[in-house]
Structures are given as C-alpha cells and as structure tokens.
C-alpha cells in the first residue's frame, strides 16, 4: 500500500531521522498482502526457498488482483526493489503454525524463512549493488494471518504463547535487520480486519463460509467481528507505544529511524469515503473476485463495475486500487 510511504509516515522514534531522504533499496516482509510471487516459487520448489542471491519471478498479478503496495512504492521512486513476503505467513511458526498442503509443511514465516533468506542474499552485489544504512528501507507488514482466523481469533496458537509474542517477534525481525547494517525501519500497523468482509458482519458486506473460513457461519459472527476489531486496535496500540519505548527508552536500534505507517487509519477512511479513493462504482462494502468454499469455482463481479472500484479484490484482501493510495 501507499505509494507515499515514507513521506506520510509519522516518525515516532529516532536518533537520526532520515524517513523523509530519498532511497536506492527498499525491502520489504510480510504475507500476502505484500508478496509479489515469492509463495508461488515454494510451490514450484518443493516447499523451498530461492537460492541465496536468486531471486523469484516477480508476479504482477499479486493477491491484491494487479500489483501489490510495495510495487507501486518502487514504481514511484525508482528503487531497487526486494520483497521477502511470503503469502500466508505469520511472524514465527513457533507462535501460529498454519500447514499448507502445496508445500507439505507450514507456510513459510517472517523470522523462520524471510529473514534468513534476506540475510543470505544480502551479500550478493547483483541483488543489493550499492547497500548502506542511509539508502536503503525496510518495511514490515505482518499480522494478518497471526491475528486473524487459523490464528489467535481461533485459538489456533501453540499452547502457552500470547499476543504478546507475536509483538515481541516484531522487534526481533527489526533485531535481525538492524545486525545486518539497516537503520531505516517502518513497521505498516495492522489494518481493519473487522471490516474485511471475511470477518465483517453479513449486514455490513460481509461473507459467510468462505474459502478462507470455511464453517464461518457455525460462529457468532458479530462477536467474531468485534474480537478481531478489539486484536487489531489493542495491538495498534501497542505498536504506537511500544516503538518509542524500545528504540528511545531501550535504545534497542541505537542510529536507526523508525516509522510506523497508520494503515487503519488509511483503509478506514477508504471504507468510509470510498469515492474519494476508488473509482465507480466505489464499492467499500463488498468484494470483486468471489470464489466458492466448496467448489473453488471463481467468478469476478465486471458486471458491477472494474476493480478499481472495490476495495477489496476479495473477501480478505485489499484490492490493487486500494493498494495504490
């Protein structure tokens, strides 16, 4: 998301801010709201990851239904662009484990596989020529998927981890970043889960069983839709004051900037305001590409209108459109 990334994050912690500079590379982590082709390379590859200093086939048809956020980012700036999202991935197996038959194993995770494949990649010039703490940014977006059903909304975590963990994951993916030499960090805040239709109440545009929640409709899904309102805001928050507490009060990334991106606040002006952002028919309540959980047969909504009109592409997932803003 967010083609202004940078210049609209708000710095809230920073021993030299350079969030406004120009940069050469930008990195990014995260799932399927961010991959652009990466899980498509495990299913190709027997469940494992590029090579160090290979890189996957870039996709420009992305779970966003075109390009996905991070594309648009390197089209606007010009970047050297490396993304690590893998979809389906939670910050760390350890904490939400989620089997994924394509591969026979779980989906790959941020700090179990996208890190230390950045990590082996790092010191091949012809994927990062010119690296320096000063040039290059690092995003991470993760969340969806640890929070979401088949997650905590389920109770689906390992026994005995909390929300807690998951928050304590996020700093330790910025630990690994930062002993690599990068000191510019955003970390994207998690989006309104609730009003995706997946978890959306059915008089608020949203779905019943659905080909990522198969026996929704066996659940109150009013209460569903506030737990995953109260997961996404508690941890928001968290984030908002837990940044400046380790990176100032700790000084756990001494040098670095660090900026969270208020992507719920972004995605909920959107859903309120959808003409402002989206072109007609402005659909915020709704989804373009329907497929059902039992057949797994697809079908796209053209005759309401193109997908730049919708927000979300399908029930779980932001639309390109909405990517772009």
Request: negative net charge.
């Amino acid at each position: 998301m967010l083609s202004s990334l940078l210049l609209a994050g708000a710095s809230v912690a920073a021993a030299k801010s350079c969030s406004s500079k120009p940069f050469d590379n930008f990195v990014t982590f995260g799932d399927s709201y961010t991959d652009n082709g990466r899980l498509g390379y495990y299913i190709n590859n027997h469940g494992e990851p590029p090579p160090p200093g290979g890189y996957q086939t870039v996709s420009n048809v992305t779970a966003s239904g075109g390009l996905a956020w991070g594309q648009y980012v390197a089209q606007l700036t010009g970047a050297n662009y490396r993304d690590y999202a893998i979809s389906g991935a939670t910050c760390s197996n350890e904490i939400i484990s989620r089997y994924f038959s394509a591969i026979d194993k779980p989906f790959p995770s941020v700090i179990d596989d996208e890190i230390p494949s950045y990590k082996a990649d790092v010191a091949f010039k012809a994927l990062y020529p010119d690296r320096t703490p000063e040039n290059t940014v690092y995003a991470l977006w993760i969340g969806t998927n640890d929070l979401g059903y088949g997650g905590f909304l389920s109770d689906s975590q390992t026994p005995g981890t909390t929300i807690s963990d998951y928050v304590d994951c996020i700093w330790s993916v910025f630990d690994n970043i930062y002993q690599t030499g990068g000191r510019r960090f955003v970390l994207l805040n998690l989006a309104p889960l609730e009003l995706a239709p997946l978890y959306a109440p059915l008089s608020e545009g949203g779905i019943g069983d659905s080909q990522f929640w198969a026996n929704k409709t066996q659940y109150n899904i009013t209460e569903y839709s506030q737990k995953m309102k109260e997961y996404t805001t508690n941890v928001n928050t968290i984030f908002d004051y837990g940044v400046p507490f380790q990176a100032v009060v700790k000084s756990r990334w001494a040098g670095a900037s660090f900026d969270i991106f208020n992507v719920h606040k972004l995605l909920v002006d959107i859903y309120n305001n959808p003409s402002q952002y989206l072109d007609a028919p402005a659909i915020s309540k709704g989804f373009y590409h329907h497929c059902d959980p039992v057949t797994s047969n697809c079908q796209d909504l053209t005759a309401q209108g193109p997908l730049s009109g919708f927000m979300w592409y399908d029930e779980l997932h932001p639309s390109t459109k909405t990517g772009k803003q």
